[in-house]
């Protein structure tokens, strides 16, 4: 086994090519926190119930901070913001305070809800999210946009039987006993065929999305369940340091497809107009270098064991007992390791 590439979050700019989806910011992603904890240095994935009055997290976090002064007259007097910026010395919470914001510790945020794929998960964080440095088109690292400079994952597309590691640590965690964690990776299955005029005309891109079967929290130390199976534990204190194994193995049996929903299935034909087009195939083409690999997520999410009616987003019955997730989860490196 070879160690072919390392994300080593010791660095602003390292964390900074990470990000996320707390509340308020779905469709402007938030780039990820970094912090020093017990002398190590981390990016911070918190887990909360707070919704901040006001979010920023400007141009991938390179104008979050500034955006937040700027703005300090359009809020009211004990106001909150979440301030998601580049620089790890401005990001964090804030209070507007006799007209300035005033920092007052860490966000503790809730997350928004993803639901492209509710018939499969419900409730879907988007936790921690880079792109591969492998020029998709779909990328726009290099230009304006969302997405700006967030690529830190390897140049490769065939991943077979390759292992994402992630070195990570649970502090104060509590979530409920239907709460998963997993890795999602999705790319562009480059031999089937691109669907109408999306894209500036060159056709819905054909992304196969699928979520990996690695036990993340089953790893940290919630019982062995599965990926499948309802946790035994409901609170990790401190799990330490511990290196959890994704394997990008080419067995149906270690992911499951997501596809999505009805509006991105591309069943218009000719008159589709979405930028992707959500379709599945074998785990072990989605592994290979026959789907053009785009970006890789950590998700907190739940099955949803009644998907109902094809077409349609159903709601996943709660599970006792019911909470959301509060915590945090410290990352303080990424590897990619070959056969």
Request: aromatic share 10%; charged share 20%; net charge negative.
């Amino acid at each position: 086994m070879t160690v072919y590439h390392t994300c080593l979050m010791d660095t602003d700019a390292e964390v900074k090519k990470f990000f996320s989806t707390p509340i308020g910011t779905l469709s402007t992603p938030a780039a990820a926190e970094r912090v020093t904890f017990d002398g190590t240095s981390y990016l911070r994935i918190p887990f909360g119930t707070e919704t901040p009055d006001a979010t920023f997290a400007g141009s991938g976090g390179g104008t979050a901070y500034a955006d937040m002064v700027a703005a300090a007259g359009s809020y009211s007097e004990g106001d909150v913001a979440y301030c998601y910026d580049d620089d790890s010395s401005e990001d964090g919470r804030y209070v507007l305070t006799s007209g300035v914001w005033v920092k007052t510790g860490q966000k503790a945020p809730l997350y928004a809800y993803d639901d492209n794929h509710m018939r499969i998960v419900n409730d879907l964080f988007l936790l921690m999210q880079s792109c591969f440095n492998t020029g998709h088109p779909a990328l726009t690292s290099d230009g304006p946009g969302a997405f700006v400079d967030k690529v830190a994952y390897p140049n490769v597309t065939d991943m077979t039987d390759h292992i994402m590691r992630i070195t990570m640590r649970a502090v104060d965690f509590r979530f409920p006993s239907d709460f998963k964690i997993g890795m999602h990776m999705q790319g562009e299955l480059t031999t089937a065929p691109r669907i109408g005029t999306g894209n500036g005309g060159l056709g819905g891109f054909p992304v196969v999305n699928a979520m990996n079967h690695a036990d993340i929290l089953g790893q940290l130390g919630a019982g062995n369940a599965g990926i499948y199976g309802d946790n035994t534990v409901n609170y990790l204190a401190d799990t330490g340091d511990v290196e959890v194994d994704i394997p990008f193995s080419a067995s149906d049996a270690q992911w499951t497809m997501m596809i999505g929903n009805a509006d991105k299935d591309g069943h218009q034909g000719d008159a589709y107009t979405g930028s992707n087009v959500y379709i599945g195939t074998t785990a072990k083409r989605l592994v290979s270098a026959d789907v053009h690999k785009i970006n890789a997520y950590l998700c907190g999410f739940r099955w949803n064991p009644t998907p109902g009616v094809t077409g349609t987003n159903t709601p996943r019955p709660r599970v006792d007992p019911y909470f959301e997730p509060t915590g945090t989860l410290y990352v303080s490196k990424i590897e990619f390791i070959s056969p």
